[in-house]
């Protein structure tokens, strides 16, 4: 069974440019999450999707970041303009159910300089 | 507020060394607690989970939890360290009422040969 897909796995940017993310989840996975996890921190929640409906992006800094997942499949979470606080690793996860298990994907490490 | 505390932020153990790793939560009710575990350059993968019942779970990779409802704790142990465990380990919480899953800020388990 194929994992989670995100990508790019690395990106580097200047501060004001904008970014995107790309994230396949596990095939039949209706609950898809984007995380945001900094540096010595622990990850947190940015938004959550049901299908293709947003459950919770009560964390989600809404003048700069957007995600969508239009067909109920795979997201993209962008940025725009980026800040130099937003460097850090962009966690994607789903899960076949809101209460079922996730599986994470490696990840997409953002630098913003 | 609802909260998840891993007050030790490095811990370094010998190998064949048995571990503990401490967690506590913050929540008006019993959350489901969980232990995650991040190596580096991959996602995080579940290690195990309380939902209720027996207080004693067993994980995979030898390692165990402890639910202590009057500590408010979720103590992650293991008997004996192998090098292949060093990572970082995460507990996180979620309330049966709410499917955002909170993570603590994790601690870095260093293995000593």
């Known amino acids: 069974e194929a994992g989670v897909a995100q990508s790019p796995r690395y990106k580097i940017i200047e501060k004001r440019q904008s970014v995107a993310f790309w994230c396949n989840p596990i095939?039949?996975?209706?609950?898809l999450y984007w995380y945001q996890q900094i540096l010595g921190q622990g990850p947190k929640l940015l938004i959550q999707f049901q299908n293709n409906g947003v459950v919770d992006d009560s964390q989600l800094p809404k003048d700069r970041f957007s995600a969508e997942r239009l067909k109920g499949v795979d997201s993209t979470l962008k940025i725009q303009p980026a800040k130099l606080e937003d460097s850090a690793v962009y966690l994607c996860?789903?899960?076949?159910?809101?209460?079922?298990?996730?599986?994470f994907g490696s990840g997409t490490q953002l630098s913003v300089l | 507020a609802q909260s998840v505390t891993q007050p030790d932020i490095h811990i370094t153990v010998s190998e064949g060394a048995s571990l503990e790793l401490r967690c506590n939560y913050s929540?008006?009710?019993?959350?489901?607690l969980f232990w995650y575990v991040q190596s580096p350059g991959q996602g995080l993968q579940l290690l195990l989970k309380?939902?209720?019942?027996?207080?004693l779970v067993q994980g995979i990779k030898g390692f165990e939890a402890e639910f202590k409802r009057s500590q408010s704790s979720f103590n992650l142990r293991k008997p004996s360290v192998h090098w292949s465990d060093a990572a970082e380990y995460f507990c996180?919480?979620?309330?049966?009422?709410?499917?955002?899953?909170?993570f603590g800020s994790g601690t870095r388990l260093l293995v000593r040969p």
């Open positions: 996180a919480a979620r309330m049966d009422s709410s499917y955002k899953l909170i």
């Open positions: 929540y008006g009710a019993t959350p489901y």
């Open positions: 095939s039949g996975h209706a609950t």
């Open positions: 309380y939902f209720s019942g027996d207080t």
């Open positions: 996860a789903s899960s076949r159910a809101l209460n079922e298990k996730l599986f």
